[in-house]
């Protein structure tokens, strides 16, 4: 098994542009998760998804989109990106619908907005 | 809402203990704890699901006090290998699966 897979590793934008990071998972995985990483703030939880067609707002959820198609894919999107998202974005999996079980993170990506 | 750990740093010389705490300001249904290396992915350690549910991993332990809305994070004869961030992430009662972590405790374990 590959785990938890994020692409692209690094990206770098200009404020105003668009763009998807993508997450897949392949242990048929009921739950994800995306968080953002800032320097001292520790990790906020952006969206989550208990299952395909289920998706809800985490702490952070302003100025990104996400979709659950299928159980395995968990895309989020940047509608217009600004500075101010400039950060390292973790997607996780875990099995179940709850978080009664290991949550597996991704290697992250990191974004840079000018 | 975000749970407050303590301390902020440490730093240990490989073979003493340490203790991490958490504390939330709400009714907890459950605490994680993750370790984060310098430029890597957190890492799962465990979860507490109970109240005054205690944990072993390896040399690293766990407890949940329910009633007071804290767990603490032992490790004990430290070594090289446990340096990293460490995190706590809280699921309140209600929360409805999300976890809120902790800003990290710094911890560094010389020889």
């Known amino acids: 098994n590959a785990g938890v897979t994020q692409t692209p590793k690094f990206q770098v934008l200009k404020t105003g542009q668009s763009m998807t990071l993508q997450c897949a998972q392949d242990?048929?995985?009921?739950?994800m998760s995306w968080y953002r990483q800032d320097p001292g703030m520790g990790l906020r939880l952006i969206h989550y998804?208990?299952?395909?067609?289920?998706?809800d707002q985490g702490e952070v959820p302003n100025g990104y989109n996400v979709s659950r198609s299928t159980t395995e894919d968990f895309p989020l999107r940047l509608l217009s990106a600004a500075p101010s998202q400039t950060s390292v974005y973790f997607c996780a999996s875990s099995s179940g619908r709850g978080l009664q079980e290991t949550q597996y993170f991704g290697p992250g990506t990191r974004l840079l907005v000018l | 809402q975000q749970p407050v750990q303590s301390p902020q740093a440490v730093i240990l010389r490989e073979g003493e203990d340490a203790v991490i705490n958490c504390s939330s300001s709400?009714?907890?249904?459950?605490v994680h704890w993750y370790r984060q290396k310098h430029g890597e992915a957190p890492v799962f350690l465990m979860i507490?699901?109970?109240?005054?549910e205690q944990k072993g991993h390896d040399k690293i332990s766990a407890s949940f006090n329910e009633k007071k809305q804290q767990s603490s994070l032992y490790l004990t004869a430290s070594q090289l290998s446990y340096s990293g961030t460490y995190f706590c992430?809280?699921?309140?009662?209600?929360?409805?699966?999300?976890?809120?972590f902790g800003k990290g405790t710094l911890l560094t374990v010389n020889p």
């Open positions: 507490l699901l109970k109240g005054g």
């Open positions: 992430g809280t699921e309140m009662r209600g929360s409805n699966y999300k976890l809120t």
């Open positions: 998804s208990v299952g395909a067609g289920i998706t």
């Open positions: 709400k009714a907890l249904y459950s």
């Open positions: 242990m048929n995985h009921e739950y």
